[in-house]
């Protein structure tokens, strides 16, 4: 919600807030962006609906240059002309851009779908993985990162509370703030020492 690309921001006419999603998305995705911290997937069992937003195009802007803005904002390709191709045989680590129609009142709704790739969810892995991404980030965003964009969004998810719980037990801290605070210090030390 907070990353739109420009080319994007350019294009929009309004944006509706916090909508439902039809489907259940779950902490169910390493996410290589994060430094390998669990993201949220559309899932078919656990999970919950969660808080979106829509965002309804200028009425010059096409279905197929919707698809493409979109495909270049998710891929990190903005300023390229790439387009998006459906694949004919998607797998769980393919980009697949979804319809849903007449929903909210629109025609066509848009979103982004990839599969899972952490097989058994459990509240120790997910937390190890977003501790483990502080690590692995390199300079960029971190699970962190993605869990608290998540609590300023209203964004929560039966795994999601239990992720931060196991984090905040595993680090002996009172908030992810404080969390991320020492594993930056472990980071830095590791660092130092050749």
């Not at 807030?17 to 169910?28: C, G």
């Not at 483990?132 to 960029?140: H, I, Y």
Request: positive net charge; contains cysteine; proline residues 5%.
């Amino acid at each position: 919600m907070d990353n739109l690309s420009s080319e994007i921001k350019s294009s929009v006419k309004k944006r509706i807030r916090s909508v439902n999603t039809p489907f259940k998305v779950e902490l169910a995705r390493k996410n290589n962006e994060y430094g390998g911290a669990p993201g949220l997937v559309p899932v078919g069992t656990g999970g919950a609906q969660v808080n979106a937003d829509i965002l309804v195009f200028k009425d010059n802007i096409t279905e197929h240059q919707a698809l493409n803005m979109f495909y270049r904002m998710e891929n990190h390709l903005e300023g390229t002309k790439k387009t998006y191709r459906k694949p004919k045989h998607p797998t769980s680590n393919m980009f697949v851009i979804k319809t849903l129609p007449n929903f909210y009142g629109i025609d066509k709704v848009f979103y982004l779908s990839l599969g899972r790739n952490i097989s058994k969810v459990t509240p120790k892995k997910l937390a190890k993985l977003a501790i483990d991404s502080v690590f692995n980030a390199d300079e960029g965003p971190d699970g962190f990162n993605y869990l608290m964009s998540l609590k300023k969004h209203d964004i929560t998810t039966p795994m999601s509370e239990l992720c931060e719980e196991e984090i905040l037990n595993q680090t002996f801290s009172n908030s992810l703030l404080e969390s991320r605070k020492k594993l930056e210090d472990i980071n830095a030390i590791k660092s130092s020492i050749k």
